[in-house]
Structures are given as C-alpha cells and as structure tokens.
C-alpha cells in the first residue's frame, strides 16, 4: 500500500513551452502533497506543500507564478512549469501524505526528470 | 536552521562486508532524524527513523541507525552487505516526527551505495 505515482517520468520540451507533471496517490486518500526538486549531486530541496482544495504553500525564493500546483483532488496533484527555460532543467519529485496514527509519513513518488531544450 | 551532511557521495563494499554511511546533521531544535532509500526508478522509501526513546533504531532489510547527539550524527550501517542493498541512500532531518506541514524535511545529497559481488 501507500504507492503514488508520477506522469510523465521523463519530458523533454521547448524553451518557452509548459509542462505539467502529475503526481497521484494510487491507493490512500492524500491530504497533503509536496513537490520538491533534486539538481544533480544535490540534495532535494522542497519547492511548495499543497493541502487538497486550497491554494499551495512555497518556499523562499520559488516563484508561485513558474511553478503551478494544483490539489484539487484527494488523490491528484499537479505540478506545471510554466515558460520552461533551460534552467528549470532538474528532477522533480512529488511525496503525499495522510493520517496515519496521527502523524503524517510521506509517500514519495518515483519522480520525474525535466530537460528543456 | 537544520541541515545534513552524507560524507561520501559513493560507497562501495563487496557482498557479506558491512555497510556504513555517514550522516551529520545540524539542528537547533531536537531533530527527527530519517533514512530513505531510492532504489533506480521507484520513489523514495523510508529505511528507519529516529523520533524519541531508544537511540539505536532498526529499520527494513537488516539497516540500522545510532542517533549520537554527542557528535550530531546518525549514520547508518549494515553488518553485511547483500546485492540487493545497492541503491541510493538519503539522510534527512525534521522538526517534526514526519516531517510533515508542520516541519520540512532536510535532505542530505545522499549516498550512492554498490555492492560488488
């Protein structure tokens, strides 16, 4: 149990272009997703935290307006990189979390890599 | 402010040696200490965490982990490697026992382990 997954696992695309990235929790109902990003040799860094229905929460320095989420399912979540540049080139990683005896484990997903031409 | 250290970006050991990978963490709070581990193309798996009570934590496949406050670490070990140990491992550190909205999860850069027959 407590698997999710993410589409697409690669994308190539466009500078200029948009990409969207779904993450989904296959077989629990998740409250709360996260999306984070992992440079090469570097450590994953947590870009926002969305709660299903209202709107994300991201950390400094991620611009809300690049990096669209959407919760507006229990179980989907999505994550769309607008104006790709060759820059937002990375691996994105998306992990959901429910209650479970009270605390909140986060489930990761296998991630997705980005390179944008 | 939190953050961690995984000395050694690759390990390598030969089958039936033990396993060890080094984890440093800085906290100005009490931590909640965490390893993951990514096997190629999966998300990332939760190996063993370390919340409160006992220092010495045991985890799936044998791994365990000794939080040592003394030196601020929590490295992991293995008394003898198996082929199927060959995988990515990640440290990371918490405010909260999930690392969840209430409190990020740090990660280290990770460690890549192989297991040489």
């Known amino acids: 149990g407590a698997v999710v997954s993410q589409h697409p696992s690669r994308v190539i695309c466009k500078s200029g272009t948009s990409v969207k990235i779904e993450c989904r929790s296959l077989?629990?109902?998740?409250?709360?997703m996260f999306w984070y990003r992992q440079f090469p040799k570097q450590s994953l860094m947590l870009m926002a935290t969305s709660n299903e229905g209202s709107k994300a929460t991201y950390e400094q320095g991620v611009e809300k307006d690049k990096f669209l989420i959407n919760h507006a399912s229990l179980t989907l979540s999505t994550l769309t990189v607008t104006s790709a540049h060759p820059e937002d080139s990375s691996f994105y990683i998306c992990?959901?979390?429910?209650?479970?005896?009270?605390?909140?484990?986060?489930?990761f997903g296998p991630g997705t890599r980005l390179t944008v031409l | 402010a939190q953050s961690v250290t995984q000395l050694g970006s690759h390990v390598s050991v030969s089958e039936g040696a033990l396993v060890l990978l080094r984890c440093n963490y800085s906290s100005s709070v009490p931590p909640y200490l965490f390893w993951y581990v990514q096997y190629p193309n999966q998300g990332l798996q939760l190996l063993l965490k370390?919340?409160?009570?006992?220092?010495l934590v045991k985890g799936i496949n044998g791994f365990e982990a000794e939080f040592k406050k003394s030196e601020t670490s929590f490295h992991l070990t293995k008394p003898s490697a198996h082929m199927s140990d060959a995988a990515e491992y990640f440290c990371a550190v918490s405010r909260t026992p999930y690392g969840g909205s209430q409190g990020n999860l740090i990660f280290g850069k990770g460690t890549k382990l192989s297991v040489k027959p």
């Open positions: 077989d629990f109902q998740a409250t709360t």
């Open positions: 370390y919340t409160t009570g006992a220092t």
């Open positions: 992990s959901a979390s429910f209650l479970a005896g009270g605390g909140n484990e986060q489930f």
